[in-house]
Structure formats: C-alpha cells, structure tokens
C-alpha cells in the first residue's frame, strides 16, 4: 500500500461527464519535498529511485566581494605605516617641519609651522610624533596656558597611553632619559626669539610634604612632591632671549612662519604673580596644594589659547 505524501501541491476537483474529478495542479512543491516524494514512492512499488540532482547554485558573488573589499581595507590600514611612524622617520633629515594651528577664544587664528634641529634627535623626533599623533596621544586641543615675559608654554598632555597595557606609542615611550642625556650636551642657547624647546627639567625642586595614608590597617607617613614633573610633552616658545630656560629645556626647533601670530600671543592680558603674598610664600614653603595651584594660573592668559590641529609637513 502506497504511502501518502504531504507537499504543498494540492489539487482542486472538477466534475467530468462520467461524474469521476479530475485532479488539476495549482501550484507546485518545493523541489526538495518532491524529491522525498519521488523517494516514497519508489519505496512502495519496491523499487528505487534517485532524486534529481539540483543546478548548482551560484556562489553570493556579492557577499564575497563585500567581504573581500573590507578585509583589503583592513589590510592596507595595518600595512600603512602611521602619521607618527612617518613623522619619526621624516625628522632624522634637515629641515622637517611640524606645524600647529591654533584658535584664541574659539575663533581660528593661523597656523605656526617649526623647523626642526638635527642636532637633538630624540627630542625631535619625540616633539614630531606628539605633533603627528598616534592612538590619540598628541598636541590637539593641548593649551598655551603661560604667556611669561619672554616665552610662551604649552602644558603638552596629561596622559602618555591611552591603552590597556598603558604602552606609549609616542617615541621614547614615557621616560625622558635621552631627552636628559641631550640636554646634558646642549650647546645651544635660549638667545633669540623663535625657539622651541621641551620642558625636561624643573627650575626648582618642588617641596615635600608628609603624608599619613592608611597601610595594612595601619597609618603610616609617606613623603611626596607638590605637582607633576615634565613627562617630555610641555615645550616653550620663546618670544625674547631665556636664558633662564638653558638649564631646563631642550631646543629641538625653531619657528619659521607665524611669527605674527606668536607677537599676538604674547600680547594677550594675563593673570599677573602675587610672588611678595606672604601667605603665598610659606604655602609654597611648606608644599601645601593651593600654593601650587595658585602658581599655576600665574601668568595664565585671560583668553583661551589652544591647538586645534597639528601634523608632519
């Protein structure tokens, strides 16, 4: 006895003149049911049968040509060496160039461009791939927080790494032992305007002041210094001879264009020093934490100076 097979066909009965219905398709399986229906009913008239084989269909062209475009893309983006990459294969030759646009109280205000020297490479090359960028370690939206008498200074950036292992990207990692041992044999001078140089060391020795910090249950004291120390990113421009800065700074540039604009800065108001306050003195003294943030406004300009974009030219 046959078995019955369920598919999707079905038939719809029409009276003939001998009163028999003759079965008429209105639509038509899937190919794979008729296949399993071809297979029954071989099986029941005790034969075999093979189902048809489908065409072959054609691979998703699409799809893989979608995927194939993204995985080169992505492959070109690993192969391309990095704006920092270049930057610090660009510096070892004479006369590369970085430059900084900058805006004052949001309003865009031109574009300062510094040759850098070759007689300071590891600074050179660490001040070009700050300006470059890389992993979003560099100068943009960084502030010119002191217009000082004879110089102009960038507080550089907080953070050397933004990743989970906190790697630097930036060249020379986050130590600052070379750019030491090239201010060490410096011969330059801070005796123009126009020069650019980073912040290695302080002028001073910040104070120190103890602590009582709990410890395993228990209080105990720790000393520590007032404020941060130069990380390698703050540098100086200066606007007059600083021979102040001979000691601290490390001259890796010098300012070729936007001279005007760094005039413009150096005549903006600021919040003038209250060195002779006498509660000032001895805050600093005794390396209490309002003393040192009220030395850092000093000289602060009243008008925001700040570093909208920078890059290797």
């Not at 990113?233 to 800065?245: H, R, V």
Request: avoid cysteine; glycine fraction near 8%.
């Amino acid at each position: 006895m046959a078995h019955a097979v369920h598919t999707k066909s079905y038939s719809r009965h029409v009276g003939s003149a001998n009163g028999i219905a003759a079965p008429r398709a209105v639509t038509q399986a899937p190919a794979s049911r008729r296949r399993v229906a071809a297979v029954f009913a071989a099986a029941a008239a005790g034969g075999t049968a093979r189902p048809r084989p489908e065409a072959p269909r054609p691979p998703p062209t699409a799809n893989m040509d979608r995927r194939g475009v993204i995985s080169a893309l992505l492959a070109s983006a690993l192969l391309l060496p990095s704006a920092a990459v270049q930057a610090e294969e660009v510096v070892g030759s004479v006369g590369s160039k970085v430059f900084f646009d900058l805006t004052i109280n949001g309003e865009p205000a031109g574009r300062i461009t510094v040759e850098l020297l070759a007689d300071a490479p590891a600074g050179a090359s660490r001040f070009a791939s700050l300006a470059a960028g890389r992993q979003g370690v560099d100068y943009r939206l960084s502030k010119f927080n002191g217009v000082l008498p004879t110089y102009i200074r960038n507080d550089g950036v907080k953070s050397l790494s933004y990743t989970a292992n906190e790697v630097s990207p930036i060249s020379g990692v986050d130590t600052i032992d070379e750019l030491e041992a090239e201010l060490d044999k410096q011969t330059r001078k801070h005796d123009q305007a126009g020069l650019v140089s980073i912040v290695v060391r302080e002028k001073e020795e910040r104070p120190v002041k103890e602590r009582l910090v709990a410890r395993d249950g228990k209080l105990i004291t720790v000393l520590e210094q007032a404020g941060e120390a130069p990380n390698g990113t703050q540098f100086a421009i200066t606007t007059a001879p600083s021979p102040d800065l001979d000691g601290t700074n490390l001259i890796i540039g010098r300012v070729v264009e936007g001279g005007e604009l760094l005039e413009r800065i150096a005549k903006l108001p600021v919040n003038r020093p209250r060195n002779d306050n006498p509660y000032f003195q001895a805050g600093k003294a005794m390396g209490d934490k309002r003393a040192v943030t009220a030395e850092r406004a000093f000289y602060r300009p009243f008008q925001k100076v700040v570093v909208a974009g920078s890059g290797v030219l």
